[in-house]
């Protein structure tokens, strides 16, 4: 399997970028055209379409020694995408932003050659996340590139919003679409060795993001959670029920990032601990580990950041299954042949599209996208999930 096997449904991405890596190839040898290959790309799609992915996948097709840029089976390759290519840097935020310290000392150690691969690659994973100080860093790097750093960001969309128009002017933009269920429930069977019939159900209630179907066809826990979210509209008859709902919703993203975090939390905590010299007997023992209490009290602050960030994630998808259902209730009512997000529960929009009017189904949809923006906008996640979850009950 090549590095491109990675990338699910995105047959013309994979083209453009594997031509750009043959280029690419060709201006290190000396040997052949350049034409197709430039210093910086910018990767957008809608979540779950492989952003990171293609990003990934395109650094060890630059990185790769035999030529076939992305043959999979080099150490170029193999180190890529596992991600301990020296020449290889994959910045992910664990925040809710990239800071402008984090950038500088980014964009100065792009600067320097390729220690042993071809290229210095810099991927940043959450390119929408870049403070406007950080942006400006970056954008002087990408302005002036040194001649073999290759700069690759990934985020939503090219809007303004997400990438500052300067950057996005002189990058290559890759825009990727949403898988096809077909292509998801493929690459779940063949990858992950997941049975036909899982993957064909996850593929069809993953909205497209392929993370997430692998996650529902192999966690039991996180389709209960899905469940759950997705009975909330049916089960709103009593004003007590706001708030029960409420606290699912907040709990169910709380339980998501505990999950994601948690176990990794300690692990970092105990190797920091034992790089500062816990545990040691030996001479100068006490004055090694004298400063480990401030560098553990850092640790704790990124890993809360990082943990408030992880729930505010969770919290997002559950919403957004929420808006399919409410989505899918103005699908039956209308009698439009368009697939419904969450077929499983078709019979549920099926109930709720009989008992209220399109535009109470509206209403509550609009409900639903209100809140993810005002969590956008830092409010509280339970203040803004109790005031939509009362807007559901007064339909």
């Not at 890596?21 to 210093?39: E, P, S």
């Not at 992915?53 to 990185?63: G, H, P, T």
């Not at 039991?220 to 997705?230: F, G, H, I």
Request: net charge neutral.
């Amino acid at each position: 399997m090549t590095v491109w096997s990675q990338l699910v449904g995105q047959p013309d991405a994979v083209e453009v970028l594997h031509t750009a890596a043959k280029a690419a190839a060709n201006l290190v040898d000396g040997t052949g055209t350049a034409a197709g290959m430039t210093h910086a790309w910018l990767f957008t799609g809608p979540p779950g379409s492989g952003r990171s992915v293609a990003a990934r996948a395109f650094a060890a097709a630059l990185e790769c020694t035999t030529g076939d840029a992305g043959c999979g089976q080099c150490q170029g390759c193999h180190t890529a995408m596992s991600g301990t290519h020296a020449d290889v840097r994959m910045v992910v935020p664990e925040g809710l932003s990239i800071s402008v310290a984090e950038m500088r000392a980014l964009v100065q150690t792009s600067a320097r050659r390729p220690t042993g691969g071809r290229w210095q690659v810099v991927v940043i994973t959450d390119a929408d996340r870049l403070t406007e100080g950080a942006a400006n860093a970056l954008l002087k790097a990408v302005e002036e590139p040194p001649p073999r750093t290759v700069f690759l960001l990934c985020a939503p969309s090219d809007h303004p919003d997400d990438v500052s128009v300067t950057i996005r002017s002189r990058c290559r933009v890759i825009a990727l679409r949403t898988p096809a269920p077909p292509a998801i429930a493929e690459v779940l069977q063949l990858r992950d060795r997941i049975d036909a019939d899982t993957a064909k159900w996850a593929a069809s209630v993953c909205g497209g993001h392929v993370g997430r179907a692998r996650r529902l066809a192999t966690d039991p826990a996180a389709r209960e959670r899905r469940d759950k979210v997705l009975r909330i509209p049916i089960n709103l008859r009593r004003l007590s029920d706001v708030f029960d709902a409420a606290d699912d919703l907040v709990k169910a993203a709380e339980t998501d990032a505990t999950e994601v975090s948690g176990s990794r939390d300690e692990a970092e905590k105990d190797a920091l601990k034992t790089a500062m010299g816990a545990g040691g007997t030996g001479k100068g023992t006490a004055s090694a580990t004298r400063g480990t209490a401030g560098a553990i009290k850092e640790l704790e602050r990124r890993q809360k950041s990082r943990a408030t960030r992880t729930q505010r994630d969770a919290l997002d998808l559950a919403l957004v299954d929420l808006a399919g259902f409410y989505r899918d209730v103005l699908v039956t009512a209308s009698g439009a042949p368009a697939a419904l997000n969450h077929p499983d529960h078709a019979e549920s929009s099926g109930q709720a599209a009989e008992r209220w009017t399109p535009e109470s189904a509206l209403r509550r949809l609009e409900a639903v996208l209100d809140c993810r923006e005002a969590i956008e906008l830092n409010v509280k996640p339970r203040i803004a999930i109790e005031a939509m979850v009362t807007q559901l009950y007064m339909g």
